[in-house]
């Protein structure tokens, strides 16, 4: 097993978000990109790579650089949706008026 730091990149042309460890594809998060937002669809971790916390380290990566653009979220995904109401700090990424809607707190 390696000690390697995952690392979280955009893949537009895949429309995904990819958690590498060692150069290989650990998971996903894909995404579809609009004009006013980026809605995550899909997220899966490799079985091979489970238990490592790669899930939270890609919804990490993928909302950080979402943030960083400045663009609203829309967490369809359910993992994704659920990541964001652990850490509450995110939930501001979901557009006030479309929170309700992923059941997020609108306050």
């Known amino acids: 097993m390696s000690d390697a730091t995952p690392q979280v990149v955009d893949v537009p ?3 995904r978000f990819e ?4 150069g290989a594809v650990a998971g ?4 579809r990109r609009t004009a006013s937002s980026l809605a995550f669809t899909h ?4 079985p091979a790579f489970e238990g490592r916390g790669l899930g939270s380290v890609l919804a990490r990566g993928a909302l950080d650089a979402a943030r960083a653009e400045g663009v609203p979220v829309l967490p369809f995904c359910p993992f994704i949706r659920s990541w ?3 850490h509450p700090d995110y939930v501001a990424l979901v ?3 479309r929170r309700a809607q992923f059941s997020l707190p609108e306050g």
């Open 95 to 97: 557009p006030a008026a």
């Open 19 to 22: 958690v590498r460890v060692d």
């Open 43 to 46: 997220t899966v971790v490799d």
């Open 28 to 31: 996903f998060a894909e995404y």
């Open 13 to 15: 042309g895949a429309g």
């Open 84 to 86: 964001i109401e652990r």
